[in-house]
Antibody
Framework: EVQLVESGGGLVQPGGSLRLSCAAS????????MSWVRQAPGKGLEWVSG????????YYADSVNGRFTISRDNSNNILYLQMNSLRAEDTAVYYC?????????????WGQGTLVTVSS | EIVLTQSPGTLSLSPGERATLSCRAS???????LAWYQQKPGQAPRLLIY???SRATGIPDRFSGSGSGTDFTLTISRLEPEDFAVYFC?????????FGQGTKVEIK
């Protein structure tokens, strides 16, 4: 059974940093692209960042490019999102999502999400 | 960046009726790399359709997808009570992998 469990969310001040983690199990982690998708309260879905199965290729939304860094540990089946220079508009539930293939970015499994709140 | 526009914003229908949801892209989606998701309150999204028309594992055949280029459609042939939810389209042909703003299917 595929499982994705996010952690690391919480309350942070504007300008601060946070690192999200996603522990994956139930599939061959290195064979699949992974992404982070966020959802602000009461709003729609926003793709944030993606990484290929090997980790060689990374992609970012314009809204986070230069502030967020995605990475993965294929030895321990963990996906990360390092978030720096956080802004109020980054407040959202952040979902970890499994891609449909090594370089395929539709999402067939999702975690339950972790809430990030940016506020003073 | 490819902008996806979903219509209508809200669809009010009764159980048993047919639902037709539209997703229009600002430019052609390469390879028909278009997916549809269903989201219920307090839950993570669920994949329904990928590749514009392929149903994901375990998705009932009352859900179907069609389209290519810039115009895509999700059809629910006969609405069941559990189908009332918000539906999002997403293109994964080119980064950034954008979502539409969503269509809410509500009970009339």
């Amino acid at each position: 059974e595929v499982q994705l469990v996010e952690s690391g969310g919480g309350l942070v001040q504007p300008g601060g940093s946070l690192r999200l983690s996603c522990a994956a199990s139930g599939f061959t982690f290195s064979s699949y692209a992974m992404s982070w998708v966020r959802q602000a309260p009461g709003k729609g879905l926003e793709w944030v960042s993606g990484i290929s199965g090997t980790g060689a290729s990374t992609y970012y939304a314009d809204s986070v490019n230069g502030r967020f860094t995605i990475s993965r540990d294929n030895s321990n089946n963990i996906l990360y999102l390092q978030m720096n220079s956080l802004r109020a508009e980054d407040t959202a539930v952040y979902y970890c999502a499994k891609g449909g293939g090594r370089r395929t970015y539709y999402f067939d499994y999702w975690g339950q999400g972790t809430l990030v709140t940016v506020s003073s | 960046e490819i902008v996806l526009t979903q219509s209508p914003g809200t669809l009010s229908l009764s159980p048993g009726e047919r639902a037709t949801l539209s997703c229009r892209a600002s430019q052609s989606v390469s390879g028909s790399y278009l997916a549809w998701y269903q989201q219920k309150p307090g839950q993570a999204p669920r994949l329904l359709i990928y590749g514009a028309s392929s149903r994901a594992t375990g998705i009932p055949d009352r859900f179907s997808g069609s389209g290519s280029g810039t115009d895509f459609t999700l059809t629910i042939s006969r609405l069941e009570p559990e189908d009332f939810a918000v539906y999002f389209c997403q293109q994964y042909g080119s980064s950034p992998y954008t979502f539409g703003q969503g269509t809410k299917v509500e009970i009339k």
